[in-house]
């Protein structure tokens, strides 16, 4: 057993390294993608320039007009670089957006997944019943040291579940039918056990608990998915 917990804790911290160096990246790639993306974004101040470099080279362009038409060119490369900047912005935020989605996104499926094994690991495993101890006459039974209270017809079902369960029996709901209600098992039919079984379930409460407790053999019957080592009856 000590083995087997510590094996499941390795598993468990391997996990959570795969999906820790996973999202680290998911993050590097948007981050390259973001890098990228504003590297081959054209300079605010490139429109400016060329302007300037218009002033320059043109010293000769004294007309009034030309000269309004070279601030309105000086006017128009201002406007770009700050259109351009709150574009950067806008991006930006985009891209922290997106990737704050993806690694939401993603750790949800990885969460999904992890319950789906667990959940798979627990119907395979069954339950762990460290105890089950019956009292027919106070209808009453301990799991786990857990007290639950069940009706007469709840008790007794489970009294005959236990009682084959100590024997390695499968039990056909004709059969429980019959060893409830003192009949023979000619006499009796499969709902009727099949009606016991689920009443048992309803009492006992916890649909993934009593699913799992009483166990449905497919085309033979039902027993107890527990060590019979455990059953106690008094």
């Not at 201002?78 to 991006?91: C, P, Q």
């Not at 024997?167 to 709902?191: P, Y």
């Amino acid at each position: 057993m000590p083995v087997r917990f510590t094996s499941v804790i390795e598993t468990s911290r391997g996990v959570g390294r795969i999906v820790t160096l996973g999202l680290a990246a998911v993050v590097a790639i948007l981050f390259a993608a973001a890098v990228g993306l504003f590297i081959s974004l054209p300079d605010a101040n490139a429109f400016d320039a060329r302007v300037e470099r218009i002033f320059v080279e043109n010293t000769s362009l004294t007309d009034p007009g030309e000269v309004r038409l070279l601030e309105i060119l000086a006017q128009s490369g201002t406007a770009f670089a700050e259109v351009l900047t709150s574009y950067r912005l806008i991006i930006f935020v985009l891209l922290v957006l997106a990737a704050a989605l993806l690694l939401a996104t993603v750790a949800f499926l990885l969460t999904i997944v992890a319950l789906n094994r667990r959940m798979g690991e627990i119907e395979r495993a069954g339950i762990r019943v460290s105890s089950l101890l019956i009292s027919r006459d106070e209808r009453t039974v301990y799991l786990n040291n857990t007290e639950l209270k069940l009706t007469e017809a709840a008790i007794e079902t489970l009294s005959v579940l236990a009682e084959a369960r100590m024997d390695d029996d499968v039990l056909s709901g004709a059969e429980i039918e019959a060893m409830v209600s003192g009949r023979s098992a000619s006499e009796c039919d499969e709902a009727s056990g099949a009606t016991r079984i689920k009443r048992l379930r309803d009492a006992l409460g916890n649909q993934l608990v009593s699913e799992l407790l009483v166990k449905t053999i497919a085309r033979r019957g039902y027993m107890l998915s527990i060590d019979k080592g455990v059953i106690r009856m008094v």
